[in-house]
């Protein structure tokens, strides 16, 4: 459950809360809302190491 998390971490992003109190990931915010909103059973980013590499060399 955690591990998008985890690796968020370990590739050197972070998270927080912006001055309207959107969640910040990187230079992203999103409006927050309640859990149902965001649970799907598809990943919405990769996971893959592979993925993951291309996505930081854009």
Known sequence: MFEPLIQMYERGGGFGLDGTGCIEVDMVAMPRHGMQRYLST?????????????????
């Open 42 to 58: 598809e990943p919405r980013a990769p996971l893959t190491t592979e993925e993951l590499d291309a996505l930081d060399s854009q």
